[in-house]
């Protein structure tokens, strides 16, 4: 057991150790058997970010994903509440209180995803995968790898940075058609995996993880796999807090933000070296009722 100080209640409190007998599920257990996997799960750790949940899982579950691990670091914003009003989708909250552990978390989810998951993304709740190429869908991508290519067990794909574009408060229509303004080259990727392909060290960097001897990694064309990120937080959960001066050069923080709750000089305007609409105008035809034009979050 490990006892825990709550930072919303402030009094310790006794959590269950993360070590347990049984991680991988069987015979169904934990949402999925081993007959009819989902095709595509996705894996996130977050802090306080209940309110951009409803658009990253509506949109995902629109493009093919099946089912969602919610890794909750501390969260006090009633993402409880959130997850409850969609029931229609298959997802499930961890708690997971512990400060830099993402690796562990991520660990723990590879495991628990073995048994009702073909592939696993590992992505953060401002990254959308977006296909660009007309009438290619997640499926077929994913298809063609299980199917053609046994031995791919990861598909590491391009983030672009997407920066304020224009706003100075998160937009009401959301993530993925407000910020349509990014930066020119991506500076980090991320993967989507094969679980049972995964070393039994389950070794990983964040996003990456060690694969079995055998199994190997493709880099996505850009043409057919993105993520869209953007930058609407100072810094990752699993960083120090914004405040802190500690590593202030670390990418899980927002670039050029600082630690003073000050907002930098053309602020809203940075990180715009190209205008970039492509998942904006595809979301708007996807998602957007004909007659009003309101999105469904």
Known sequence: MVSVKDRARGVPHILPSVARPV????????????EGKHQMCVCTMLRNQARFLTEWITY??????GRWFIYDNNSDDAIEETLRGMPEYNVT????????????GFAHCALRARASCQWVAFIDVDEFLYLPSPGLSLQEVLSNYTTSFPQIAELRTACHTFGPSGHRVAPPEGVTVGYTCRTSAPERHKSIVRPEALSTSLINVVHHFHLKEGFRYVNMDRATMV???????????YVADWQ???NVGSKDRAPGLGTKPVEPPNWPSRFCDVKDPGLRNRVLRIFADPTTGQLPW
């Open 93 to 104: 909250r961890h708690a997971w209180p512990w400060v830099k552990a993402q690796e562990a």
């Open 244 to 246: 802190d001066e500690e």
């Open 60 to 65: 995902h579950g629109r493009i093919g994903v």
């Open 23 to 34: 991680l991988i599920p069987r015979d169904g257990a934990d949402g999925g058997e081993q």
């Open 227 to 237: 993520f869209k990120e953007k930058f609407y937080r100072r810094v990752a959960t």
